[in-house]
Each structure stands twice: as structure tokens, then as C-alpha cells.
């Protein structure tokens, strides 16, 4: 079992539209979890991270952590066409001080 | 300006070749980390190194090596040993031993086999 999950897409979504990436993760010692966008042959790039239960808000982006049933999830709002990417989850446990990321979610947000 | 700066974008490696990746960090930052991306794949681990002088192997290390003599600087040799290196390859730095850590990327390298 990889200790991150997602679903390898596409997702495809209308412009305009709220788009809704998911995310499990297995090792219930990861402590925050990190969302990342990476536009083909470029390199992956923050978009927001989390540890906290409960939803947490930066612009257009809300990030959604369940300890509880291990997930975490990232809303996008108002999609736009820039928006179209793969979007990695990635989870971090400090006492290994490693990153553990999932493959990536294709997003496509149609005009 | 902060960041990760990265060596050289693409790298051509002949058969039976040794050749080394660079990676720069002016973030202060003590933890750095070396990720190989396959097309459509994820990213995994090859080394990472928490210390100057100190390093880890991750999930796939073997036919690499690298060193950190410096806290700038986390170097990544492709040896002969790997098989099939063509790959985009990505350094990250960190900071260490805080639950919030957050790792950075640099632009990548892209490697190819002649």
C-alpha cells in the first residue's frame, strides 16, 4: 500500500465550476499534508498546506483535513482554464523527516 | 532572492557515463532532498540529507550517489550503475524537526540517455 493515494484523473471540470481533488493517506503518524501544482515539464510548486483538522482558506483554494478517516482534500473554486494542472498531495512525518507523495491528480478545466 | 536554482536544465548522459546534477539553496534551509519524477508517475525518493556531512537513502537509491560537504549545496551523481536514468530529476529543501515543515522545489533537471 503507498502511504499516499489519489486518483490519477483527469478530472475534467467547466471554467467557472468548483473542482474537488482527494486524497488518502496510510501512516496516521503524518503530522501536515501539502498540496503542490505542477504544469507539465515544470517543477511542483506550493499551493497550500494544512495540520490541523477542519478546513483551512486561501483565496480561490480551501484545503480540508479528516485525521479521523485519513483524508485530506482540496477544493478549487471558481476553476479557471490557468488552473489546469496535476496536483500532487504529499504528507510529512517529522520524526523521518520525509515527504511522502501521492501520484497526482490531472486536473483539465474546460472554457 | 531566495530559492533553489538548479544544474544544468537538460543533461545528455552517453552509456557507461557518470554525471552529476547540481543543487543551490540560499533559504538557510538544513534539509535538502533529491526526487526523480518518470512521466506520469510521482515522485520518489532517491537521497536526502538532514546535516551537513549526513545523508539518508530513499526508496531508490541504487545507481546514485550524492554528498552535502556544504548547507548550499546537495549535489546528485548518476553512476553507470543505473540503468535507466532518463528521468526529470527534482531538489527540495526543508527545514528540519518542525511538524509544519514545508519543502520547496527547484526548477529540475531534465536527464536524457545518447
Known amino acids: 500500500q503507498k502511504e499516499v493515494e489519489q486518483n490519477s484523473g483527469p478530472l475534467s471540470v467547466p471554467e467557472g465550476a468548483i473542482a474537488s481533488l482527494n486524497c488518502t493517506y496510510s501512516d496516521r503518524g503524518s503530522q501536515s499534508f501539502f498540496w503542490y501544482r505542477q504544469y507539465s515539464g515544470k517543477s511542483p510548486e506550493l499551493i497550500m498546506f494544512?495540520?490541523?483538522?477542519g478546513d483551512k482558506e486561501d483565496g480561490r483554494f480551501t484545503a480540508q483535513l479528516n485525521k479521523a478517516s485519513q483524508y485530506v482534500s482540496l477544493l478549487i473554486r471558481d476553476s479557471q482554464p490557468s488552473d489546469s494542472a496535476t496536483y500532487l498531495c504529499a504528507a510529512f512525518r517529522s520524526n523521518f523527516n520525509k515527504f511522502y507523495f501521492g501520484s497526482g491528480t490531472k486536473l483539465n478545466v474546460k472554457p | 532572492d531566495g530559492g533553489i536554482t538548479q544544474s544544468p536544465k537538460y543533461l545528455f548522459r552517453k552509456e557507461g557515463q557518470n554525471v552529476t546534477l547540481s543543487c543551490e539553496q540560499n533559504?538557510?534551509?538544513?534539509?535538502m532532498y533529491w526526487y526523480r519524477q518518470d512521466p506520469g508517475q510521482g515522485l520518489r525518493l532517491i537521497y536526502y540529507s538532514q546535516i551537513v556531512n549526513d545523508f539518508q537513502k530513499g526508496d531508490i537509491a541504487e545507481g546514485y550517489s550524492v554528498s552535502r560537504e556544504k548547507k548550499e549545496s546537495f549535489p546528485l551523481t548518476v553512476t553507470s550503475a543505473q540503468k535507466n536514468p532518463t528521468a526529470f530529476y527534482l531538489c527540495?529543501?526543508?527545514?528540519?524537526?518542525?511538524?509544519?515543515?514545508?519543502?520547496?522545489f527547484g526548477p529540475g533537471t531534465r536527464l536524457l540517455v545518447l
Open positions: 494544512i495540520y490541523s483538522n
Open positions: 533559504l538557510n534551509h538544513d534539509a
Open positions: 527540495a529543501s526543508s527545514e528540519v524537526w518542525a511538524a509544519t515543515e514545508t519543502q520547496y
